[in-house]
């Protein structure tokens, strides 16, 4: 699988929107950008995935470059409940059976 | 809506006690994972489950088995507690067949083992 690098913590105030970057500049033609989230103690909660196209669904929003090395998962109008730890992966989904996460962003949603 | 249940949140339990943690999920997935998640180590395939029936290893399985009588029950066993097994236990769910392949987790369950 391709690495992805994040920032370890962004801050964001609430009410904004929150844009969180992803490099993954090794990320192969048949990878997929996935996003999750983790909320303190909470299980991992799927966000968004994509290929190649930006998508967008009723959290957030997945932009991905045209040359596939980067991605930036938004969040519209970040509330507090949106404070979580967010883990951006690539991977082949209909071949890749675990989910391994790095170390991800902390997102601290400011009041 | 996607749903995965995990019986508990939280278990206290005793070394050498068998430890049983259930996950449910009402998808009509194929698929089914077990995890371990543990500050610094990250998440850790336990077992995995194609379908009814079957199990396969994932990376951490000793210590651990697990049992899927039906589809949407994945079971993971702890024949014998140990100390070294205090950990967020994560369950997921996938479909196998309908082409999104995304995992889908439940709450997680907290085990410590005295």
């Known amino acids: 699988d391709a690495k992805t690098t994040q920032p370890p913590s962004m801050d964001c105030a609430e009410g904004r929107a929150a844009n969180l970057p992803c490099n993954h500049s090794?990320?192969?033609?048949?990878?997929?950008v996935y996003w999750y989230r983790q909320i303190h103690s909470q299980g991992p909660q799927y966000i968004i995935h994509g290929l190649k196209n930006n998508e967008t669904n009723e959290m957030a929003s997945l932009i991905i470059t045209e040359d596939r090395k980067s991605s930036t998962l938004i969040l519209p109008h970040a509330t507090l409940r949106d404070t979580a730890v967010y883990y951006c992966i690539v991977r082949v989904p209909y071949r890749d059976d675990k989910i391994i996460f790095g170390k991800g962003t902390r997102l601290h949603i400011l009041p | 809506d996607v749903k995965v249940t995990q019986s508990s949140r939280y278990l206290v339990k005793r070394t050498g006690e068998k430890v049983f943690l259930e996950c449910v999920q009402d998808m009509d997935h194929e698929n089914m994972f077990w995890y371990r998640q543990d500050p610094g180590l990250g998440l850790r395939l336990i077992y995995f489950s194609y379908d009814v029936k079957m199990k396969e290893k994932g990376d951490i399985p000793e210590g651990y088995s697990v049992s899927r009588e039906k589809k949407e029950r994945f079971s993971l066993i702890l024949e014998s507690a140990s100390t070294n097994q205090t950990s967020m236990y994560l369950c997921?769910?996938?479909?196998?067949?309908?082409?999104?392949?995304?995992?889908?987790f439940g709450p997680g369950t907290r085990l410590l083992v005295l």
């Open positions: 090794t990320i192969s033609g048949n990878e997929y």
């Open positions: 997921a769910s996938r479909s196998g067949t309908s082409g999104m392949w995304t995992q889908y």
